[in-house]
């Protein structure tokens, strides 16, 4: 697995979110699987993520509850597979 540097406030974010899945499910998880799971989610929707870098939407947190949400986020069910961009 490859080390990528994080700045103090996401990695303050990435703990949060940790504690908050420990505490709503009584397991523990691992900074790389929080990671790979936001991951495969971003990926689901890397349209969507790309036009967060196109529109300046980003995610945004909590800094209390460490509680991370996508504003303004359109999920369309059954939408058509999306080739690898």
């Known amino acids: 697995m490859a080390s990528i540097a994080l700045d103090e406030q996401t990695e303050r974010r990435l703990d949060k979110l940790r504690a908050a899945v420990r505490r709503r499910t009584g397991q523990p998880i691992s900074r790389a699987e929080l990671l790979e799971r936001l991951v495969e989610d971003a ?3 890397r349209g969507e993520v790309v036009d967060m870098f196109r529109t300046s939407q980003a995610y ?3 800094e209390e509850t460490g509680t991370v949400h996508r504003p303004e986020r359109k999920l369309i069910p059954g939408g058509p597979e999306r080739p690898d961009e």
């Open 43 to 45: 990926y689901g929707s």
């Open 60 to 62: 945004v947190a909590d």
